[in-house]
């Protein structure tokens, strides 16, 4: 709730047209999801940069996908409508027939070694840094790495807050950024004498071509070479 308030105070310019926030229109799964399976210690959090389109957007869950959420998960909770919805990117929540790529990844490699949810969140959690969808005027996807600093800046300094009372609630020994950008922001708010190591697997995204060659192996060997999976 902190966190939305202080987004929700900030503004975006041009090429940034819509900005959605899913922890207010779909905060109903997302507190189902953090309520469940967020309520304890967790050696491993993974942390994802924003949400995708088809994933967060329509779930409220990070890296969404929706039939993970809904079948795996056993999440299916009401969404509503941002405000200033683009014509073009539409919230259908969970009536949603697209896919998350992203998501179906990298839940499909939590769910294959691990079988259910509760194996996997006994140790493990997943978060977003940020959580506003950015897009501009055509409804294409705009990520904070693309905000110009005047922007992403106060938006940093409302979600690294976040970040930090998530590390220290969930008081993990391992924080691994999905991607670079999760990474970069893991390791600018984790001092050296922190006790949690910071580590990094390859993003899932469709976009990556090396994500495109066999995602889950690669990811599933980056964790084994970090020592946060056993190999």
Known sequence: DSLSARLEALSFGFPVTHVYNPLVYARRPYEAYVRRFGDSRKRILFLGMNPGPYGMAQTGVPFGEIPVVRDWMGIEEKVGHPHGEHPKRPITGFDCKRSEVSGRRLWGLFA??????????????????????????????????????????????????????????????????????????????????????????????????AANRGWSEAASRELERLGVWPG
């Open 112 to 209: 294959e070694r691990f079988g259910t949810p509760e194996a996997f969140f006994a140790e493990h959690f997943v978060l977003n840094y940020c959580p506003l969808v950015f897009m501009e005027e055509t409804g294409r996807n705009r990520t904070p790495d693309k905000l110009p600093p005047p922007e992403i800046g106060p938006a940093h300094a409302a979600c690294d807050d976040f970040l930090r009372a998530a590390i220290a609630l969930f008081q993990p020994e391992w924080l691994i950024g999905v991607g670079g950008f999760a990474e970069a922001r893991l390791a600018a708010i984790t001092s050296p004498d922190s006790a949690a190591r910071v580590g990094r697997i390859l993003h899932p995204s469709p976009a990556s071509p």
